[in-house]
């Protein structure tokens, strides 16, 4: 941007956001920033501060803003002088006749509420001890519901900060604390050396009578933390070991020791999101990463995928930082795809790319919604950032740069990686800096890979054509398509794989890469090849792309899938064919009947967890379409097949416990409710029926279907649980029971504007509370819910609508549902970008689900 001499120009919108262009206008303006917070968090009631904030000026002819949501100011002084100031509720301006060009220190006095949110600075209060922790979560404008500053990413400073807790209690930021003194019999104060040169949007606070682990083993001190009411539960040994390996690997990987002194790691309550890559003070979800009973081999995997993706980001993100939102796809994708490699380098754990097809799936399934974007896409303020969220940002980037990884080679890649961090250290890039380090480092320029890739959104097809006479493959070529809306043709490196049958087993002959382009390319092949029985064109994908097969090729996937011994084809497979069904070209009714047929022979606990996953999807579906023999045999199959798997399972494997819990939630009969009621009564049994999560899965099944007394039911298990982890559970199975008064309870909730509830309790409520079955009463809800949009829209904050949006609007599975989406679509006035995009995808669904509906009806009929 170029620099205005108009000072007048940059008079700030009054929004809640900062925009882009106010943010590029003071970059211009604001330099060498310090920061010095005093913070008290001693009472429970709100949480008050002083900051010292010094800067450099350019110039003194615009007004100065500080970021400030909902504060109020005690004292404000410039450069020594109290003055006073304009505060609206979002930003505190400075006018210009009290600044100097040059250097400017700034004090601010303040007070604050805690969040409800888990926003900003977040107070939760545990039900059974009503112990207080705090914790901070600042992405993507947050900070500034903590201290007055200059919320947004490319203005890096240092924080120095001290903090008044209450005596029992930890205090954890970015870096460690120097001295900790008592300075009164409740409180005592810690102080916090100055950090590195960081963005607002990753610096911490976090406190609270938690309990610690340490490992001083290595050259990088570890801590983890976790509240007292759940250390029970907590293996720290199994943390550690992670943590270790991944430094290993990114200390490598990066040619760039990790700069932090000290690693601290943060189970939280209620979080918004997996985890947070605070600078040296990583947070997690309690709920997503603490389990109560056995973990299962995904939850393992999703530990070790995590731990090393917000590690990742502490260079990709913490120490080069995107200079403005729009780059939070290289941030997502390139620690999603990093997380994947520091884990494959983790002898513990197998089935790496496995895991990484669910990810692809989530990409595909959105890059084909009406609502998909390039992955660099333009972002006019941070509220949008929610939006980006999603599939493509982090799903669609990390394949495409495991695309690149392959088509570059895996040296290149790694030393373009280094360049750019070691270039753009302690500094902000965008993308052209990223391209720059790829194109240099490959001596290749990479300027139009990254157009067709980042620019432009869309999947693109691919099928092998070929002809063989005599038993002996002739010509291959590979045919491209582009998608409807998206007319541009890509350029990717994947390998073809070749197959033949053999005393059944499908055999590998041959592996041929290949680099396509354009509409047509022919592929070489050696001579005297066997004409195949099935071709895949995209072996151990590398490639992002979707398959379309031949005919015997289709033929042999649908009767001898089970029968490729390589598991991550075969997890492949399965995606491919769930694929078919969402393109109609394969129903519902058919994939589940071919699940039924060859679940047993699969053994790739992998994969079973990604086909349990999506049967479970099925099997919301099938409940929202009609109502007739079909839907309700197929709704019986997914019922019989995950008891008959359950059942069969060896008793002490991992397995197991994936069958039960998806046996739990496709149950419907009465047959096998009162089966799931008797084990839940049983005082001996089962030792899957010591885990509390499962307890609860089985009380919301029941609760679903009003079977029993479930509100005895609830009560009875909320003596035996009382956590936290209990009561949001019990809270799920009272909202999930099929009364149209419960439903109306929650209903006032979202429209209740004295934010009187938690919004992770109306998270977690809204989630489960029209499941498919019950979809008719959410059609007596709509109205009232489409018609309260705007007004949700007008007063909540970006992380409420953020999290309720897919939930909150119907998606029922019936004409009336999609005319009034479509009508809402035809005047969103008012709506928030983020109800909008929730819109557009459920009205899709809808459509979609209907279509899918009428080929079972037809396929069954004909
Ligand atoms: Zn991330």
Redesign the pocket.
């Known amino acids: 941007m170029s620099k205005s001499s108009d000072a007048s120009s940059y008079q700030r919108e009054l929004k809640s956001y900062i925009n882009r262009e106010y943010a590029q206008f003071r970059k211009q303006q604001i330099s060498d920033v310090a920061y010095n917070f005093e913070v008290d968090i001693s009472s429970r009631d709100h949480f008050s501060g002083v900051a010292t904030i010094d800067f450099n000026l350019a110039d003194s002819l615009s007004p100065v803003t500080l970021d400030f949501d909902e504060g109020t100011l005690l004292r404000v002084e410039v450069n020594g002088q109290p003055i006073t100031t304009d505060y609206e509720k979002w930003f505190i301006t400075i006018a210009a006749e009290h600044l100097s060009k040059g250097h400017n220190t700034i004090v601010i006095a303040y007070q604050r509420n805690y969040t409800n949110t888990g926003a900003g600075l977040y107070q939760f209060r545990d039900p059974e001890t009503d112990k207080v922790y705090l914790y901070t979560q600042f992405e993507p404008y947050e900070a500034n519901k903590f201290a007055p500053l200059f919320d947004q990413p490319d203005i890096k400073a240092t924080f120095t900060m001290n903090v008044i807790a209450p005596l029992d209690w930890q205090v954890i930021s970015a870096t460690r604390e120097s001295q900790i003194t008592p300075i009164s019999t409740t409180t005592k104060r810690w102080q916090f050396p100055t950090t590195k040169l960081i963005p607002s949007y990753i610096f911490s606070l976090h406190a609270g009578p938690f309990r610690i682990w340490e490992d001083n083993s290595g050259t990088i001190p570890l801590r983890l933390f976790a509240r007292q009411e759940v250390a029970e539960f907590i293996e720290a040994n199994i943390w550690f070991d992670i943590t270790h390996k991944a430094f290993s690997f990114f200390n490598e990987y990066y040619s760039f020791p990790y700069p932090f002194e000290k690693y601290d790691q943060l189970l939280v309550p209620n979080f918004n999101f997996g985890a947070m ?1 605070n600078v040296g003070a990583i947070t997690f979800s309690e709920n997503r990463f603490i389990s109560r009973g056995e973990k299962t081999k995904a939850e393992n995997f999703y530990l070790a995928e995590v731990i090393a ?2 590690m990742a ?1 502490q260079w990709f ?1 913490d120490i080069v930082t995107m200079d403005w939102w729009n780059g939070l796809w290289l ?2 994708s390139f ?2 795809l990093m997380a994947f490699l520091a884990v494959e380098a983790n002898p513990d754990f197998d089935d790496v790319w496995n895991e990484f097809l669910k990810l692809k799936n989530w990409a595909y399934y959105e890059d084909q919604l009406v609502t998909t974007h390039p992955i660099d896409v333009p972002v006019a303020h941070p509220g949008e950032v929610f939006s980006l969220i999603d599939g493509i940002s982090y799903g669609k980037g990390a394949s495409v740069l495991q695309q690149l990884r392959y088509l570059l080679g895996e040296k290149t890649f790694q030393n373009a990686v280094a360049t750019y961090i070691e270039k753009h250290q302690y500094n902000n890039a965008q993308l052209s800096d990223f391209v720059a380090a790829m194109s240099q480092t490959a001596n290749t320029d990479m300027t139009g890979w990254a157009h067709e890739w980042l620019k432009i959104p869309g999947v693109n097809t691919i099928e092998p054509q070929f002809n063989c006479s005599e038993g002996k493959l002739q010509t291959i070529k590979i045919i491209q398509y582009a998608p409807e809306a998206w007319q541009q043709l890509r350029t990717q490196k994947v390998q073809l794989a070749l197959f033949n049958r053999s005393k059944s087993e499908m055999k590998l002959s041959s592996v041929i890469p290949v680099i396509y382009r354009g509409e047509l390319t022919p592929v070489s092949i050696a001579a005297n090849t066997p004409c195949p029985d099935f071709i895949y064109a995209n072996f151990q994908n590398w490639g992002y792309v979707k398959l379309r097969f031949d005919e015997r090729s289709l033929q042999s996937l649908q009767q001898s899938i089970t029968e490729f011994k390589d598991d991550q084809l075969r997890a492949s497979l399965w995606q491919d064919l769930w694929r078919m069904v969402d393109d109609m070209q394969f129903s519902l009714h058919d994939y589940v009947a071919l699940v039924d047929s060859h679940i047993s022979a699969e053994t790739n606990e992998t994969t079973l967890s990604s086909i349990t996953f999506l049967l479970a999807l099925a099997f919301d579906e099938l409940e929202a379409m009609h109502k007739n023999t079909i839907f309700t045999e197929t709704l019986n199959s997914i019922e019989n097949l995950s008891w008959r798997e359950f059942e069969h399972a060896p008793v002490t494997s991992s397995i197991r416990k994936l069958w039960f819990r998806a046996a739990i939630s496709a149950s419907f009969n009465p047959s096998r409710l009162t089966e799931l009621a008797n084990m839940l009564s049983a005082n001996q049994g089962d030792e899957l029926l010591q885990d509390q999560e499962t307890r609860w899965l089985i009380i919301q099944q029941l609760s679903r279907y009003q079977f029993g007394d479930a509100t005895k039911l609830i009560q009875h298990e909320l003596v035996r649980d009382s956590s936290e982890r209990g009561r949001e559970a019990a809270l799920i199975a009272n909202a999930i029971r099929p009364e149209m008064a419960v439903k109306q309870q929650w209903m006032t909730a979202l429209l209740d504007n004295s934010e009187s509830l938690k919004l992770s309790d109306l998270t977690a409520v809204w989630k489960r509370l029209f499941p498919g079955i019950q979809q008719n009463m959410l059609q007596s809800n709509g109205a009232e819910i489409l018609s309260a949009l705007p007004e949700i829209s007008r007063s909540r904050q970006g992380i409420f609508i953020n999290k309720l949006a897919d939930y909150v609007v119907p998606s029922a599975c019936n004409t009336q549902n999609a005319a009034s989406l479509q009508k809402l679509l035809d005047n969103p006035k008012g709506i928030d970008t983020r109800f909008i995009k929730a819109i557009k995808i459920n009205l899709q669904t809808t459509q979609r689900c209907l279509a899918k509906s009428q080929l079972m009806l037809t396929s069954v009929s004909e």
Request: avoid cysteine; glycine fraction near 12%.
């Open positions: 890559e993706h917000e980001h993100g941030n997502e620690a999603t």
